[in-house]
């Protein structure tokens, strides 16, 4: 498996989403405005898997609510490629109480008004493992299960970006590298599809990302942008291990401290 | 939230019904012995028969006042203002509580007469309901509708306040066309306010029904129990009351049944 998902690598790709001078403060009643990105530039291609590592409350969800169009920035701008769709997994999986979970992944699929959501969204819950909960409440899944709901609704719109926001923060070590390989695996079957990934977790990103962008403290800019070009899996020998290691003490270098980092 | 591992859920068809509905054994037993108390205590007279009938008695007089058409027509009309009263409230409380939760403009408008008209004992407009619309149905309905309208009202617009957030702002993010956000969102979470609101406001119907009907308005249940005592026909009184409360009680258990099914994503009530 090379670095990139495609064959020809993602330098060949056109970029699916261009970031132009990102700035962002939100209003505040009786307070000054309050400034979260000071000027962001980014690109993502297609194939390509970009992590964004920054210090907490630095900015990064309003990124990504940017990037999906759900908030309009003060000033730059957000350029998608025609026709280019995103789809948002959010950090918490936002399900429905009152759908099952195959209602709920089907969800994107009907807002799209495509024709039998329910069938395609139980086949792409039984790749991600899902299969005997199809029918099951949110309240009955677990926390790694709700997340994989989260992560099907968002790929069953077939988007063109997909953006992750920590999507595997809340769960524990081990579901999360279950969850990284499924990741890995779907993103091979979907060679051009661009991912923005969020996140705290330095090993993940070194685990996953094409390349990783650092941002500043707030008003956040791009402090440092880390190719990390190494082909997938990363830790089956100790030499992938060793580069790995290596990838993960650059990234911590760059964001200060790890602390600078620190989970929520 | 559960820690089950993936796999250990036993999820077989789309089809589920909630646990196998257990009957309230001691509940039921509290009931019978309570009827028996009743009987006993009436059949050893230890209470004038004028101020308390046995149950038995109770039904009997039940099934004979039944056979009469004018009673039958009575109950008819009883029922008549009782859904329309309903129906009235849960339109318009429904309404205006959509409009207080969703435009502040229309609180701040709004809830100065809400908050006094719902403080407001609605039994003091009866004089005035008198003098609107007349005694009969439109006085029951009137005061029936009023007295119901605000739970509802309440209880749906805190409904939209407590409409999830983060669940609207998924719609945006997956272009939910406006009918999808409300059909998938806005009115799986109001139901359960709705339904709540409901529950109350058809007792308050009935209330505001049968003080319609025992201020005088000539026809219906209320009628006939002013009737009834006129003429000291006590058991058919003790029977009539027992009919309000039999239909105030098949209206709620209605609800019951709507809520469970409106419900079924929630846990099991241990
Ligand atoms: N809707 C909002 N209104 C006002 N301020 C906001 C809003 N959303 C976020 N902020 C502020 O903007 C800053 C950045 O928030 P954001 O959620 O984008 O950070 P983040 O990098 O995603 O944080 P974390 O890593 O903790 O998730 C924070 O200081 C936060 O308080
Ligand atoms: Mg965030």
Redesign the interface.
Known sequence: MSAERRDEGPAGEAAVVRVEGLVHRYARRGLEDHPVLGGLDLEVRGGELLAVVGPSGGGKTTLLHLV?G?IVPTAGRVVLAPEARP??V?Q?P?L?????AVENAA??L????AAAPLPKAAALLGEL??A??????????????RQRVNLA?ALL?QPDVLLLDEPFAALDALTRRRLHRDLLALLRDRPRLAVVLVSHDLDEVAALADRALVLSDRPAVVRADLPIALPHPRDADAAGRLELAGRREELERLLGSPEGAAPE | MSDDPPGSIDVASPTRTGSPSSVPWISVASVVVALLVWEGVCRAELVSRVLLVAPSRIAVAGVEMLGLASVRADIGHTLAAFAASLAIALVGGAGVGLLIGWSPVARQVLQPFVVTFHALPKVVLMPLILLWVGFGLGASVFLGAMMAAFPVLTSVAAGVGALEADLLVLARAFGAPRRLTVRAIVLPGLAPFLVSGLRVGISYAMVGVLIAELAGSGRGVGHLMLLFLETFEIERLFAAMTLVAGLTLAATGAVGVLERRLGRWRPDPA
Not at chain 1, 96 to 100: A, D, E, I, S
Not at chain 1, 132 to 145: F, I, K, Q, T
């Open positions: 999906a759900l789809a948002m959010f918490r936002r429905m109480p009152w759908r099952t969800f994107g009907e807002c799209l008004g493992g899902l005997d909960a199809v029918h099951a409440w949110p309240r009955e899944l677990s926390e790694g299960m609704r719109v």
